[in-house]
């Protein structure tokens, strides 16, 4: 009698079937194991799976099925050829870990910019609700509360040796922007006032910033949780007198500027009335420190060129703290400033620039439709 033979599918089938009740006495066996070592076995049993689940898609040919067809356990062998496999496993778990990383880092990056970049939303919540703006409202309160959570972190991650290191104003700034670091230490000291440890200058500050009440239905300010609270008064204060002076260093002098402070200097020489200078040679006056940080080397030339006099140096004097400009006693100090007009071509170039700028939108929507 002519033995009946299987078909490609009726192979596959059948190979498909040995290799599951395989597993499934695996598993039983495995189950019956301490935690410990089941652990061991867990890459075996994972690979082991999808060795099934490809056999479900997989068609073999029929000398294949069948060569697995004889093995006792054809699941164990297919096993056993994979892992003693020279393969690039771990290069694709590296790889993994590695662009897994990225993604985090590059989303935290975007997160942040986001944070930095939100504007400070400044009204109460009345009015947003008003003016239909009240998301804008929310994610800026929102993140005015993690600012003064963040600044009273950085305070406590900074204060060594009665101390406050520069990097605690770094640490909040990155994360959030000066504009609403400084709208939420302008609230803190707006509502301290009261707080002798906080000085003067940032109280006057303070009282110029646009925090306004927002009142909720208990008749409380909604401000008062974004008050850095947690962080000694005083350090509170050094760290807002740091704020706003590192924030003062990132915007450019004007040419106001400059002859304000050249204005300043020339007020003070011609008021003298006996040179100041240690060896009596010359009248001085000390830059004010806040022209010192702020200026380049084109702005003091600018200041030079301003003030009259050809005997005019800017110097550090041995004992002295800052610089001085000093002129000879032997000058006519009484001088009006020299002021130079703005160059005609200069004028005609921005005039060009603005001209440029304005045409461009009117040329890129023409270039749409």
């Known amino acids: 009698m002519e033995e009946c033979k299987l078909t490609n599918e009726e192979r596959n089938a059948a190979l498909l079937q040995k290799m599951q009740g395989e597993q499934e006495q695996y598993r039983k066996w495995l189950l019956a194991q301490t935690p410990e070592e089941i652990l061991s076995h867990t890459f075996e049993y994972t ?25 006792e356990s054809p699941l164990a062998d297919v096993y056993k050829t994979f892992r003693n496999m020279d393969t690039e496993y771990m290069d694709v778990i590296r790889s993994s870990i590695e662009d897994r990383a990225s993604a985090n880092i590059q989303r935290e990056r975007e997160q942040r910019e986001a944070l930095r970049n939100l504007p400070v939303y400044r009204y109460p919540a009345e009015y947003a609700r008003e003016h239909g703006e009240l998301d804008a409202y929310r994610a800026s309160y929102k993140a005015n509360i993690a600012c003064k959570e963040a600044i009273e972190q950085a305070i406590a991650d900074n204060y060594r040796d009665n101390c406050l290191g520069r990097d605690a104003v770094k640490q909040v700034v990155d994360a959030f922007g000066y504009e609403r670091t400084l709208h939420v230490l302008a609230n803190t000291i707006k509502h301290k006032d009261w707080d002798g440890r906080i000085s003067d200058d940032n109280k006057r500050w303070a009282a110029t910033q646009h925090v306004f009440e927002d009142m909720d239905g208990f008749s409380t300010d909604r401000n008062i949780y974004y008050v850095v609270s947690k962080s000694h008064t005083g350090l509170i204060d050094l760290f807002a007198t740091q704020a706003r002076r590192d924030y003062l260093m990132t915007i ?53 060129d301003m003030l009259p006099f050809a005997s005019l140096s800017l110097s550090t004097l041995e004992g002295r703290r800052g610089i001085f400009a000093l002129v000879s006693k032997d000058e006519n100090r009484f001088q009006k400033l020299q002021l130079r007009k703005p160059s005609v071509l200069k004028q005609l170039r921005e005039a060009g620039k603005e001209v440029k700028q304005t045409s461009a939108p009117k040329k890129a929507k023409e270039m749409e439709l």
């Open 47 to 71: 690979v082991r799976q999808d060795v099934l689940a490809e056999m479900e898609a997989l068609k073999l040919c029929d000398e294949q099925a069948d060569a697995l067809l004889r093995s």
């Open 252 to 304: 450019p002098l004007k040419r106001e500027d400059i002859k304000a402070e050249a204005l300043r200097i020339l007020s003070q020489l011609q008021n003298a009335r006996e040179p100041n200078s240690p060896n009596g040679t010359h009248f001085m006056v000390k830059l004010s420190q806040n022209f010192v940080d702020r200026a380049k080397d084109k702005d003091r030339q600018r200041l030079m």
